[in-house]
C-alpha cells in the first residue's frame, strides 16, 4: 500500500517458468495495475543493440543475471511512473539478496509498504516442459505454450489477431539449467528472507493456469480485500 494506505504492491517469485508472467498478466487484466517484467524490460534493452543492450543480451542468453545496481536503477525510474501509482506487480525482481534489501529501502523512500511476496511453487520436472514449450505473440506479448496454452485458432493470437511469434534464445535445456541453478544460488535464499518479514504467500504452481490464478485471487482477497 502507499502512504494513504491504497493499492496494491506484490511481488511474483519461483523459479524459472514456474508461471510468474502468466499469472501477471492474468492479475494484471483483473485489477488494472501494472505488470512490471524485469525480463521484458532487459529484453526490451537488449533488442536496441546499444553497447549495454550487448552486454545485457550475453548474461541473459546464457542464463546468468544482471548486474543488480544495473537493474534496481531501472526498476526504481519505472515504479516513478504514473501508471504505478496505485501498486504494481513486479514479477522478476528482486532476484537476489541485495535487491530485496534494496527494494524495501527503495519502496519506503516512495512512501510504498510491500503487500505480498507471492512464490508460485512448481518442481523442476515440470518446469523444463512448460519452458521448452513456451512462445509469445511478436506484436501484442501475449503468452502461449505448445501444449498448454494454445490459441483459440491455430497461428493467431487471441489478443490482437497477430500471426508472428517468436521462442527466447534463452528457452534451450542448457541455458535453463543454468538459470535453475543460478535460481537456487540466488534467488531461492530471498525467500525465507520475505517469510521472516511476514510477506511470503506460497502457491502450488502445479495446477492449470486458471487452477493456480483461483488460488492466488483466494489468498489476495485475505490478503487485501479490494
Ligand atoms: P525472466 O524473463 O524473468 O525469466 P525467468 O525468471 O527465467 O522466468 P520465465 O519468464 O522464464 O518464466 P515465468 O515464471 O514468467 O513463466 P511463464 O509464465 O512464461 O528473466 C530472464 C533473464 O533476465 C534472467 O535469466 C536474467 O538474465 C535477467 N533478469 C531478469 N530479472 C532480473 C533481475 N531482477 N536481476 C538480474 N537479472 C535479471 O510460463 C512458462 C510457460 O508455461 C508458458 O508457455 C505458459 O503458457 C506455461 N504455463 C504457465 N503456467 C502454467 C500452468 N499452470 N500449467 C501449464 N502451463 C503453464
Ligand atoms: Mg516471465
Keep these: 500500500m502507499n502512504k494513504n494506505g491504497l493499492g496494491l504492491h506484490i511481488v511474483f517469485?519461483?523459479?524459472?517458468?514456474?508461471?510468474?508472467?502468466?499469472?501477471?498478466?492474468?492479475?494484471?487484466?483483473?485489477?488494472?495495475?501494472?505488470?512490471?517484467?524485469?525480463?521484458?524490460?532487459?529484453?526490451?534493452?537488449?533488442?536496441?543493440?546499444?553497447?549495454?543492450?550487448?552486454?545485457?543480451?550475453?548474461?541473459?542468453?546464457?542464463?546468468?543475471?544482471v548486474p543488480d545496481d544495473m537493474i534496481i536503477k531501472m526498476l526504481s525510474?519505472?515504479?516513478?511512473?504514473?501508471?504505478?501509482?496505485?501498486?504494481f506487480i513486479l514479477d522478476g525482481f528482486p532476484r537476489t539478496l541485495p535487491q530485496a534489501e534494496v527494494l524495501e529501502e527503495m519502496l519506503s523512500k516512495k512512501g510504498i509498504t510491500l503487500d505480498a511476496v507471492i512464490e508460485i511453487q512448481v518442481p523442476d520436472e515440470i518446469i523444463m516442459e512448460r519452458i521448452l514449450g513456451r512462445y509469445a505473440c511478436m506484436t501484442c506479448g501475449a503468452g502461449y505454450h505448445d501444449k498448454f496454452q494454445k490459441p483459440k485458432v491455430y497461428g493467431v493470437c487471441d489478443k490482437c489477431g497477430g500471426t508472428d511469434f517468436y521462442r527466447r534464445i534463452d528457452d534451450n535445456r542448457a541455458t535453463v539449467q543454468n538459470r535453475l541453478v543460478n535460481y537456487r544460488a540466488l534467488t531461492y535464499p530471498t525467500i525465507p528472507y520475505f517469510d521472516k518479514k511476514g510477506l511470503l504467500r506460497c502457491v502450488d504452481g502445479t495446477g492449470t493456469i486458471e487452477a493456480t490464478a483461483r488460488k492466488i485471487d483466494d489468498l489476495l482477497a485475505v490478503t487485501k480485500p479490494q
Design 77 to 87: 525510474a519505472r515504479i516513478d511512473e504514473d501508471d504505478c501509482k496505485n501498486g
Design 13 to 65: 517469485t519461483g523459479a524459472p517458468g514456474c508461471g510468474k508472467g502468466t499469472q501477471a498478466r492474468i492479475l494484471k487484466d483483473k485489477i488494472a495495475i501494472p505488470h512490471l517484467s524485469t525480463g521484458e524490460m532487459l529484453r526490451a534493452e537488449a533488442a536496441k543493440g546499444t553497447p549495454l543492450g550487448l552486454e545485457i543480451k550475453a548474461l541473459i542468453d546464457g542464463g546468468n543475471l
